[in-house]
């Protein structure tokens, strides 16, 4: 029997790694980076986009860098991350700038996600400002009776 980890990392698309007897493993979550040997307590953490680093059992050092996810270890052994996108490299540095440019995208897609609620947070309330100001009629009226452009 091998008494390393099995370790998996799956996209929704594919098997990105599976490999067993791995000795251990360097993981990031948001409160910093941890590691992993067989017989560590249960785990489960969110991991955001980073580069997760294995020795097999030859003494080889493997990376994958994955774009956000869930990592669980379960039996001291079974360690599986979850991710939405993932691709392995040989060279850290590499892998690390590919790192840190999904960090920078998905900054970038958070603050239009910011901006585009605001823009409709706004038009929601100048909305309802046009149907409750003086003089416009009955405002619930004209809702329910479909007289809302």
């Known amino acids: 029997m091998n008494d390393g980890l099995h370790l998996s990392i799956a996209t929704p698309e594919a098997s990105v790694v599976s490999v067993e ?17 067989p017989g560590h307590a249960d785990l489960l ?15 080889t050092m493997r990376y994958c860098a994955v774009r956000g996810g869930v990592l669980t270890l379960s039996g001291g052994r079974h360690l599986a991350i979850a991710c939405r996108e993932a691709f392995c490299g ?8 590919q790192v840190a ?10 603050r239009k996600a910011r901006v585009a609620q605001t823009q409709l947070h706004a038009r929601a309330v100048r909305q309802l400002m046009r149907y409750l100001r003086p003089g416009s009629g009955d405002p619930l009226r004209a809702i329910l009776e479909g007289e809302v452009p």
Do not use: K, Y
């Open 21 to 37: 007897g791995v000795r251990s493993v360097r993981a990031m979550d948001e409160s910093g980076s941890f590691g992993l040997r």
């Open 45 to 59: 953490t969110a991991l955001p986009a980073s580069v997760v680093r294995w020795c097999e059992a030859d003494g």
């Open 90 to 97: 040989e060279r850290l540095d590499t892998l690390e700038a």
């Open 101 to 110: 440019a999904m960090r920078e995208s998905q900054g970038e897609a958070e």
